[in-house]
């Protein structure tokens, strides 16, 4: 069963991962020919919309999602109570957003707000009809099902952007991206899934996994107000063109850290969860799948700082070089993000949900400070202080995660602490080599200090002989050659 339950976690992971980094590499090709095709204001309208709909889409799943993932044995009258409430909370959601996408408009003075928000806010009920059939894949650990899935509904979002951004559609072609890729992948998911509306809906099902659920709902909803509110302000306080500079750097920041940590969360939860009665197994599965998170993520991110003008300057062009300081300050949540969404995990599993709405609460009165501090000031001070946000969050969370572990502290800043000087090393060296080649244009400067950075980094893990580079070794080996034990 151990054996069995680890290469599950491998294919899964490797399945997630494949089509995640599949999935960044398409959306940054996406991204650069759209970017270049539209406008800083652009994206700066959708930055505004996207607060309404991250918020309501936390609201349509309700934390139900999880309250299955975890439940050992769902019933037909379970699903189909999550999904009747799925469908009324999108409808219900999005009259009332129509409706007000009019005062909207007038308070940012973008008329283009009121014309798009019917369309994209069809996010809602797309997304609703996605949940119950994505969650009992991933119960059944359909990894590979669901990557492929995400691969081809992306794919045909990106080609409908371009498509309609070449027919001068302008933020038109955002929205049709957003609403494709929600679309097809509920077409898909339905397509494969084997659930058909079985059962009724219960009172006693609802009553049973409200509590949980509407606790996760609630840090949700918090979550994501913090993660977008500071758009909604630099878009009144500045303009949508500033907007549009900051929301880019988060974009292009998201995509390799929420692909990757993303792939290993949707694994590790389920799998966690069917371990959690083993206090050692546990404790070291989480050590391990925090060590190789960040032994991929920490280079990553202190790297793309080290590149980001060439890389700015090669890919999206000179229009949008304005976003490349916000960028270098916003990459490095990159490094905490990861630290805190796996032990976020931890808490699922083994709390009652209580514990982390309290803590929610608490980092969201800090992060409500250090928000109201910066904002007025500038929108740098805002970009240092999503770092600062960040890493308050991964040491709340890991602390308190560390409770219901037998790990301590020590053990984990040992574990992580090769990883870290090894990151800054290379983020070092590629500095150097950046300012070294000066007199070398941007495109060939940025191949060789990126495969520099790579050399660098590999090749230290490989002399050093660091626990995670023999995992991550360990890990590909075991995938070629799956253990054959059941």
Same mark, same amino acid.
């Given at each position: ?11 899964g ?29 652009d994206?700066?309208? &959708? %930055?505004?919309?996207?607060f ?9 799943? @309700? ?11 769902? $019933?037909?009258?379970?699903?189909k109570? /999550? ?5 009324a +909370?999108?409808?219900?959601l999005? *009259?009332?957003?129509?409706a007000? @996408? #009019?005062?909207? +408009? ?26 119950i059939q994505?969650?009992?894949l ?19 979002a990106?080609? =409908? ?6 027919c ?9 991206q ?5 679309? /097809?992948? %509920? *077409?898909?998911? !339905? !397509?494969?899934?084997?659930w058909r509306?079985?059962?009724?809906? @219960?009172r006693? $099902?609802?009553?049973?996994?409200a #509590? ?5 709902? $609630? ?6 107000i ?15 063109? =500033? ?5 880019? %750097? ?28 083993d ?10 799948v ?10 990553a991110?202190?790297?793309? +700082? ?12 000179e229009?949008?070089m ?6 270098k300050?916003?990459i ?8 805190a969404?796996?032990?976020?995990? /931890? ?11 309290r803590?929610?609460?608490l ?8 928000l ?35 790990? @301590? =502290? !020590?053990h984990?800043?040992? $574990?992580?602490?090769s990883?870290a000087?090894?990151?800054?090393? &290379? !983020? ?5 080599i950046?300012?070294?080649l000066?007199?070398?244009?941007a495109?060939p400067?940025?191949? /060789?200090?990126?495969? +520099?950075g ?8 490989? =002399? ?14 075991r &995938? ?7």
């Open positions: 069963m151990k054996s069995r339950l680890i290469d599950q976690v491998a294919t992971v490797a399945w997630n991962t494949a089509e995640k980094v599949g999935s960044m590499l398409l959306q940054v090709a996406v991204s650069i020919i759209v970017a270049r095709l539209l406008t800083p204001e994206f700066g309208v &959708m %930055a505004i919309l996207t309404f709909t991250a918020v309501s889409l936390v609201v349509v799943d @309700s934390g139900f999602s999880q309250t299955l993932l975890r439940k050992e044995q769902p $019933s037909d009258d379970d699903y109570t /999550v999904f009747l409430f799925n469908i +909370a999108a409808a219900a999005y *009259l009332l957003l129509v007000l @996408s #009019p005062l909207l +408009a007038h308070y940012y003075n973008l008329q283009v707000i009121n014309n798009i928000a019917p369309a994209l806010l069809l996010l809602l009920p797309l997304q609703a009809l996605c949940i994505n969650t009992r991933a119960r059944e650990f359909r990894f590979g099902l669901l990557s492929r899935i995400n691969f081809v509904a992306s794919l045909i990106g080609i =409908a952007a371009i498509a309609v951004a070449l001068g559609g302008g933020v038109w072609a955002l929205v049709a957003r609403l494709a890729t929600v679309g /097809v992948r %509920a *077409l898909l998911l !339905w !397509w494969h899934g084997d509306g079985e059962g009724k809906f @219960s006693r $099902s609802m009553g049973e996994m #509590p949980f659920s509407l606790r996760l709902m $609630s840090t949700d909803i918090v979550a994501a913090y993660n977008n509110v500071a758009q909604l302000f630099i878009g009144k306080m500045h303009s949508a063109d =500033a907007l549009g500079y900051f929301n880019q %750097a988060q974009k292009i920041k998201e995509l390799p850290v929420q692909s990757a940590v993303q792939s290993v969360q949707t694994v590790t939860y389920p799998a966690l969860a069917k371990i959690k009665g206090a050692e197994k546990f404790a070291e599965s989480y050590r391990k925090l060590l190789v998170t960040l032994f991929v993520m920490m280079p991110m202190l790297g793309m +700082a080290a590149v980001a003008d060439d890389m700015f300057r090669v890919l999206l062009g229009k949008w304005p976003t490349v300081p916000y960028f300050v916003i490095l949540c990159g490094i905490f993000y990861p630290i969404m796996l032990a976020y995990n /931890v808490l699922k599993v083994h709390s009652n949900g209580s514990i982390i709405l803590l929610e609460l980092k969201r009165g800090l992060a409500t400070v250090i109201a501090v910066t904002i007025p000031h500038s929108i740098m001070a805002v970009a240092y202080g999503l770092v600062a946000i960040s890493a308050i969050e991964a040491a709340i969370n890991l602390g308190f995660s560390l409770r219901y572990t037998q790990l @301590s =502290a !020590w984990i800043a040992r $574990s992580l602490v990883t000087l090894l990151s800054i090393v &290379m !983020w070092i060296g590629v500095e150097a950046e300012e070294a000066q007199m070398v244009s495109a400067r940025l191949v /060789v200090s990126v495969l +520099a790579v050399v660098i980094y590999l090749g230290g893990a490989a =002399a050093l002989r660091l626990e995670a580079f023999s995992e991550i070794l360990s890990i590909a080996r &995938m070629v050659r799956p253990s054959s034990s059941k």
